[in-house]
């Protein structure tokens, strides 16, 4: 893989600059503690599960798959009664009990302080939508390298009531012991989105743990902060119950992994965890079943979560996020050591499997090696590109500025004047004139109105090309605009619509002229681009 040395001397430079403020390789006030790890999680071969399951909890699982039953546990040589188990996943990865579930074991509920390493709660992923079985585990170590709260993965054979259901993935669960690792305090609220698509803080979230009361006050007050549309006052309000420096390292990480089915780029696979000691919200990862799925994924996308929208429309938010992205990608994303952590952990599974499954498995393997290779020379190239502007909407409107003149006519000219008390953009046709004023926004997916007023004066059209006159227009997103000014007109207003469909991107708006003769002058003050609802 190349990397150009600008670029790597630059995320080298603020790599530097920042690991001087932190004091750390991670994110400043992540508090890992230097606990031991437990046997599930120091890796070699996979720890071997019995799930024994009674007929009456299998008859109640077949009704009610989310249903804690009661079960039996063996797990190496432990084995542990009454363990409340209950089926797991979403569309996508949810399987029947005939099938290869997957498993929610939550240790303590029906038998107090009931422990297995040292965890009350684990969770066994088939890992369908993941045949190499290890993402989760990818995006864990990627989490935690950069300070962050994440569950720890490793792997287990599973069988239940006998019959040999083959390799899942091991997780720990969002539970008090794995909060004491990363916080001072356990006691604050922890949330998590309900069951459905995309649930956020503006919307119906669940109360799972914590002393703080569960009236979603806190969350509320989140909410509010992010909505403010003055972006200084809303950045100030943001930082005050937000930890917003790890939340920026959070969304820069699940852009720089293609994490497409988490918070920022779905609302979607995510925890939410109110620290009483900092009085601020921190955001964890999970889900991480579908990473790194295309190598060309913007580092700039469409956010989904509306706490990501609302920081990165922030001058501060963005400045950092940029920032954090290049730091992460030169301190974290390493390729040789990613993918020599994925091929040692594929070789040491693959030793337990049968030579089919193994096999398949190291394929699987190679592809996510091949795919960590891709994103990181896609990253690398889009990090050496300046960074596109984005508008401050403001209501829905934001101003334009930014313009620079492009192609002045022979015989014409193009300034900037006042006339009629407004500062204008200039145009001063020769006897062939295709001139412009040009100016380049980012913009995120939706439908966009760029108008302006304009005022024409012996604009005589052009006897070539299909249209000439004094009008707007955006290259490349077959506008629908007002028709051109041609001959006299006092001030028009001119709009023209385009869309976004699916992706953000970098869009550029023109204040043209194409005739002959004659003079177009473009108010200023009045230039601007609007969200138009549907």
């Known amino acids: 893989m190349h990397v150009p040395a600008a670029h790597l001397a630059n995320a080298r430079l603020i790599a530097l600059a920042w690991l001087a403020m932190a004091g750390w390789l991670g994110v400043a006030g992540a508090e890992v503690k230097g606990l031991v790890e437990p046997d599930l999680f120091k890796g070699g071969a996979p720890l071997r599960f019995q799930l024994e ?7 109640t699982l077949r009704k009610e798959p989310r249903t804690y039953v009661r079960a039996t546990v063996r797990a ?16 996508g990865s949810f399987r029947s009990l005939d099938e290869r579930p997957a498993f929610t074991l939550d240790l303590d509920r029906f038998v107090p302080a009931q422990r297995l390493h040292g965890l009350s709660k684990i969770h066994l992923n088939n890992s369908v939508e993941d045949p190499s079985y290890l993402h989760e585990k990818l995006g864990a170590e990627l989490f935690r390298t950069a300070g962050l709260p994440a569950p720890r993965v490793s792997h287990a054979l599973v069988e239940m009531n006998g019959r040999r259901l083959g390799l899942y993935v091991l997780k ?42 569960a009236d ?77 799925g295309r190598a060309q994924f913007s580092l700039q996308p469409h956010m989904a979560g509306f706490v990501a929208k ?41 030793s337990n499997l049968s030579r089919s499954e193994a096999h398949a498995l190291l394929r699987e393997s190679e592809d996510l090696c091949e795919r960590i290779e891709r994103r990181a020379s896609e990253v690398a190239r889009q990090l050496a590109q300046p960074e596109p502007s984005r508008l401050p909407f403001i209501n829905g409107s934001a101003h334009l500025d930014g313009w620079r003149a492009a192609n002045p006519p022979d015989g014409g000219k193009l300034d900037r004047v006042g006339i009629d008390g407004r500062p204008s953009l200039h145009i001063q046709a020769g006897p062939k004139t295709s001139a412009s004023w040009r100016t380049k ?15 024409a004066s012996g604009v005589k059209a052009l006897a070539f090309g299909r249209t000439s006159g004094v009008f707007l227009s955006v290259p490349g997103r077959n506008g629908k605009g007002a028709p051109p000014l041609v001959g ?6 001119l709009r023209v619509e385009f869309e976004l469909a699916k992706e953000g991107a970098e869009v550029e708006l023109l204040c043209n002229l194409r005739a002959q003769a004659g003079e177009a002058w473009f108010d200023l003050e009045s230039l601007r681009l609007v969200r138009v609802e549907r």
């Open 53 to 59: 399951i009674p007929a009456d909890s299998l008859s």
């Open 76 to 91: 190496g040589t432990n084995v542990l009664h009454d363990v409340a188990l209950r089926l797991k996943g979403r569309t």
């Open 172 to 213: 720990e669960g969002f539970a008090e012991e794995f909060l004491a690792q990363h916080f001072r305090r356990t006691d604050g609220n922890f949330y998590e989105p309900e069951p459905g698509p995309g649930s956020d803080v503006t919307g119906a979230m669940r109360h799972s743990s914590g002393t703080g009361g």
């Open 216 to 292: 979603g006050s806190d969350l509320r007050r989140l909410a509010f902060a992010a909505s403010q549309t003055n972006l200084s006052v809303r950045w100030s309000q943001l930082a005050a119950v937000l930890d917003t420096d790890r939340f920026l390292t959070f969304t820069a990480m699940e852009v720089l992994i293609g994490h497409r089915d988490g918070y920022g780029l779905a609302k979607n696979n995510y925890r939410l965890y109110h620290d009483p000691s900092a009085d601020r919200f921190v955001f964890l990862p999970g889900g991480m079943d579908q990473l790194l």
């Open 310 to 350: 609302s920081v990165l429309e922030t001058s501060e938010g963005r400045s950092i996020y940029r920032s954090r992205v290049a730091l992460l990608f030169t301190n974290s994303f390493q390729v040789a050591l990613l993918t020599n952590h994925v091929r040692r952990w594929s070789a040491s599974l693959a």
């Open 441 to 455: 926004v980012w913009l995120e997916p939706g439908r966009y109105r760029f108008e302006a007023r304009a005022r």
């Open 488 to 493: 006299d007109h006092d001030w028009t207003l």
